[in-house]
């Protein structure tokens, strides 16, 4: 267990629908980032949140929206979602004394 | 998005054999590191680097910061099955930053 939780593991929707990924990020860290895997292909990052407030963004696509919460849980919301959306969606967090963790992911597969 | 120069792409290689991989950018980072992904599941951290030159051992895996600072290399000694998998190599400019990662080497050992 890396410390960084993500639910749903897995999730399957239509086309034009929209979800919402969950992140909580290991105890102590301000930082959470998300990536997005195509099949077979590397991370491309999307978004980082700090504390609270978003710091850097990636090629994230405007029907995507992130944002973290309070308690420094983030999620991370696709809508209109189309069949190239399909991927795995991976958060990590990052703090002064752990270094960068990444979760295990959600599978998206858009039908 | 940016990805790493990261060779070979693939490798099939006999147990027992040594492995030998790098990356490489075009701008400077301060912190290269190497993860390693299974299927279904998040990367997981092998090697870290903090400093142009250092040379950084983890059981059979051994990764060097290149000196310009542009590159990183990645060897595992006497191959075992379970180190099947992909390897990703990832720059950083800065504590707390996002990750801009490599094209992966997807490693398979022969029976």
């Known amino acids: 267990d890396s410390g960084v939780t993500q639910t749903p593991k897995h999730l399957i929707t239509a086309t034009g629908q929209r979800v919402t990924l969950r992140c909580s990020p290991r105890s102590g860290d301000l930082s959470v980032y998300w990536y997005q895997q195509s099949l077979d292909q590397g991370l491309q990052f999307l978004i980082q949140?700090?504390?609270?407030?978003?710091?850097a963004k990636g090629n994230i696509l405007e029907r995507f929206s992130a944002q973290q919460f309070p308690d420094l849980h983030s999620e991370l919301n696709l809508s209109s979602l189309e069949l190239g959306d399909s991927a795995l969606y991976f958060c990590?967090?990052?703090?002064?004394?752990?270094?960068?963790?990444f979760g295990s992911g959600t599978r998206l597969t858009v039908v | 998005g940016q990805q790493l120069n990261q060779s070979p792409q693939s490798m099939f290689i006999q147990e027992g054999e040594d492995v030998s991989m790098n990356c490489t950018s075009s701008s400077i980072f301060n912190t290269w590191l190497w993860y390693k992904q299974e299927p279904g599941e998040g990367p997981v951290l092998l090697i870290a680097?903090?400093?142009?030159?250092e040379l950084t051992s983890n059981g059979r895996l051994t990764a060097q910061f290149g000196i310009t600072r542009k590159d990183s290399f990645l060897n595992i000694s006497a191959s075992i099955p379970s180190d099947v998998g992909i390897y990703f190599c990832a720059g950083q400019p800065g504590g707390n930053e996002k990750l801009t990662f490599g094209t992966g080497t997807r490693l398979t050992i022969i029976p």
């Open positions: 680097l903090y400093k142009a030159g």
């Open positions: 949140y700090y504390n609270g407030e978003e710091r």
């Open positions: 990590a967090s990052s703090g002064v004394q752990y270094g960068y963790t």
